[in-house]
């Protein structure tokens, strides 16, 4: 904690992107990795301002009928459209066996989803990496869990750990989930890690994405990650909180001047 650590800890990604101490970062691209049109996502996220691009190719789906995501295919393609792009590349590991795939296609930051956030084994695991670790806040988890879950990772050795607050579950169900912007500005008071917020998995629906992208800004955030895809009626996942490319463009000038503006 800053007791210890004063600091902002700044996390190297990459391709000269910095998370942390004053910067500001937005991951972006797809839920699912789901072929070839990650090339046309990358492309337009990063001419929009993206400086990192996401992608799952593990799926933590609710149903085990639903597409449970490319696999390592998909890190294949996520490592191709990053160097096409020169853009640090972000996607989920959800099984510590599947590190190794992770490695060998230069993944450069291994995302911890929500409901992994308390596999304290898959956590110790990556503690033993170099790499940057993306731990998302669990479903219903506390601040002082997520922050115990960050120290997991970093006992074992890996300082590198960015923080996500992607929701939580409240009794509210208008929207998929409830974005703790208390928990931005607490974070970054308790912990020297950068912190993002993700308002597609915080609110679950398009309309809403943009409006909590400019909360979390506004509330200090590090950085926001966000889902975009080209045609988000037909994504593998998450459509219904897609924002199209065009979308994507317009919301990050609007969360640029919410930059300025803090
Ligand atoms: C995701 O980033 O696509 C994802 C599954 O996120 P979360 O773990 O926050 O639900
Ligand atoms: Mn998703």
Known sequence: NRKFHPDDTVVDC?????????????????????GDNLFAIAREVKAAGATMLRGGAFKPRTSPYANQGMGVKGLQLLHDAGVENEMP???????????????????????????NMQNSTLLKELGKLDK????????????DEWLMA???????GNG???????????????????????????????????????????????RY????????????????????????????????QALTPAQFKNAMRRISLVREAV
């Open 14 to 34: 990459g391709h000269g992107v910095l998370v942390g101490g004053g910067t500001f970062h937005v991951m972006a691209g797809p839920c699912s990795i789901e």
């Open 89 to 115: 590349t972000v996607s989920e590991v959800m099984d510590a066996r599947d590190i190794p795939a992770f490695l060998d296609n230069d993944i450069s930051v291994l995302q911890v989803g929500a409901r």
């Open 132 to 143: 940057p670790i993306l731990l998302k806040r669990g479903l219903a988890a506390t601040i």
């Open 160 to 206: 590198n750990v960015i923080l996500c607050e992607r929701g939580i579950r409240t009794f509210e169900t208008r929207t998929r989930n409830t974005l703790d912007t208390n928990a931005i500005a607490v974070a970054k008071h308790l912990s020297h890690l950068p912190v993002v917020g993700d308002p597609s998995h915080a609110t679950g629906y398009t």
């Open 150 to 156: 960050a120290e997991y990772v970093m006992a074992g």
């Open 209 to 240: 994405v943009v409006s909590a992208a400019l909360a979390a800004t506004a509330a200090g955030a590090d950085g926001l990650e966000i889902e975009v895809h080209s045609s988000p009626e037909h994504a593998w996942s998450d459509g219904a």
